[in-house]
């Protein structure tokens, strides 16, 4: 049987996020475009996808995950923020994070601000890993359920 197919008025995430950057329309739009780049170079299988959808933000908040989130990406009035779900499980010795916490932390560019593309791939690179390291494989968990 085959499956419907998707409506013509439904935009794939990758899209989706195109339509919010283009909304954007200055600075904070290329800077989230610049981003969103570094961190499909980092991890060529990231998922791409828009959530949190709602009347004070109808267009949503882009987010990025590989076997679980990696970061979302916003544009404010004088900021572009990446925040990392997992952040604080994250060492960054090169110091790009700019606001910290308990689980979360994230980064925020400026106007202007030029952006430490090589830190920042790090981070994904690592908060991928910190992902699959929380995943047991299927033979695993097979195993498991046997004993």
């Known amino acids: 049987m085959a499956l419907p197919s998707p409506s013509p008025k439904v935009k794939s995430p990758s899209r989706q996020m ?7 329309g200055d600075w904070r739009g ?15 299988d990231v998922v791409e996808e828009v ?7 109808p267009m949503g908040v882009p987010v ?3 076997n679980g989130g990696i970061c979302t990406g916003e544009t404010y009035r004088d900021v572009v923020k990446l925040t990392f779900f997992k952040g604080a499980s994250l060492e960054d010795p090169s110091h ?3 606001q910290g916490g308990t ?10 601000e030029k952006v430490n593309e090589a830190a920042i ?27």
């Open 96 to 98: 790009v994070f700019t």
């Open 18 to 24: 195109d339509a919010i950057i283009k909304k954007s």
């Open 103 to 112: 689980v979360r932390r994230a980064i925020d560019v400026r106007e202007g």
């Open 121 to 147: 791939q790090a981070l994904i690179r690592a908060a991928v890993a910190l992902n699959l390291k929380g995943k047991r494989s299927p033979r695993s968990l097979q195993a498991r359920a046997t004993h």
């Open 51 to 57: 959530k949190w959808k709602k009347p004070s933000n």
């Open 64 to 66: 990025w995950s590989h």
């Open 30 to 44: 290329e800077t989230l475009s610049r981003l969103r780049a570094v961190i499909l170079r980092a991890d060529p």
